[in-house]
């Protein structure tokens, strides 16, 4: 009798098993395809590869063809998404170590022509290329077509992608110098060092850096360094920083080509992001350090401590009471190709 029931039990285990096994039928076409990230944000002018499609337990092979990009707003489908653009492509791997002369990195790269926006037809994953840049900002809705053995399907705003407006720039941390007397490596501390900053405007009490984009081309940053007057100090005042018997990153560290001139330093740089994202993760990062020696420095600002107050209140003095040299540091990043200018504007006084 134990043995009569244990074989039913088996059997009614297997029936139930088959029945509660709901197999997908072969060339399944779901209703519910979609996106894993949806929304999907994507900033102008940056290459990036989406997932691909959740299918649903539909079954492959699929051809999945784009359709059309619509404005979330009016509706009207976005033409730019489908028009051919120039991009720099870079047809072997650059090197910021070695490609240092713009004959090597013009060897390595070409222009060709792309399309802002396509559909991988195997996978459905999304292909935005630098050529976003030509794309108004905005939300968008993605219409794409799907075909597989069973048949084809149309599937309307199946994503939303969200098109930020480019980043052209972005301040790391805030800039500062520090006062050091000339002839020793320890610094003078004011009452402002360290206090009132705003990473966001790159400005410190001690320093404000300035960024504008001011040319699509070529790709150079022109520092230029004033004091509180607004009088520019000669490139040749912005000296590399010592330590121990090398010398510490500045923005010739990561610039293919550096150029002095009277008024200002000009780095040339290959491509953006710059610095390049091989730096992140070298010794002290995107840093850059400079110095300013006391030849070119007649007085520092300081401030009275009783009355300190930043940023409503900040009154500054004048202290000239030994030849004093500058430790400068900032650090930035910059991700829209172009010519900028930086403008840092120092509280110290060349006279």
Not at 21 to 46: E, H, M, W
Request: charge should be positive; include cysteine; aromatic fraction near 12%.
């Amino acid at each position: 009798m134990k043995k009569y029931i244990k074989l039913l039990s088996l059997a009614l285990f297997a029936v139930i098993s088959i029945l509660s096994c709901k197999k997908t039928i072969p060339g399944f076409l779901s209703d519910n395809v979609r996106y894993s990230a949806d929304p999907l944000t994507v900033n102008q002018g940056v290459f990036l590869i989406s997932n691909g499609i959740i299918p649903d337990n539909s079954t492959p092979p699929f051809k999945i063809t784009l359709l059309n990009v619509r404005n979330i707003t009016t509706g009207a489908r976005e033409e730019t998404f489908f028009k051919e653009y120039d991009v720099p492509v870079w047809k072997t791997a650059y090197n910021p170590i070695t490609d240092t002369t713009l004959d090597l990195i013009n060897k390595k790269r070409a222009f060709e022509k792309k399309v802002p926006f396509s559909v991988l037809e195997k996978s459905g994953q999304f292909l935005f290329t630098q050529a976003t840049e030509n794309v108004p900002p905005g939300q968008y809705l993605i219409d794409i077509k799907i075909e597989n053995p069973h048949g084809t399907k149309t599937y309307m705003g199946v994503c939303k992608v969200i098109l930020n407006p480019v980043v052209q720039y972005e301040y790391v941390n805030t800039p500062y110098f520090i006062a050091l007397p000339a002839n020793t490596e320890t610094g003078i501390r004011f009452p402002y060092d360290d206090q009132w900053i705003d990473a966001d405007k790159g400005q410190s009490t001690t320093i404000t850096l300035n960024i504008k984009r001011v040319a699509a081309s070529p790709n150079q940053i022109v520092l230029k360094v004033l004091d509180k007057n607004g009088a520019v100090f000669p490139g040749a005042a912005l000296e590399r920083r010592p330590s121990g018997n090398s010398f510490l990153k500045t923005l010739s560290t990561f610039a293919y080509k550096t150029t002095v001139t009277d008024t200002a330093v000009l780095y040339d740089y290959a491509q953006t992001r710059f610095p390049d994202i091989y730096w992140d993760s070298q010794s002290n990062g995107l840093n850059c350090y400079y110095r300013i020696y006391d030849k070119y420095i007649a007085s520092i600002d300081t401030a009275d401590s009783k009355n300190w107050n930043p940023p409503s209140q900040i009154p500054y003095g004048t202290w000239n009471k030994q030849p004093v040299k500058l430790n400068i540091r900032f650090n930035t990043k910059i991700n829209q190709p172009g010519k900028y200018i930086y403008e840092l504007r120092l509280k110290a006084t060349k006279k």
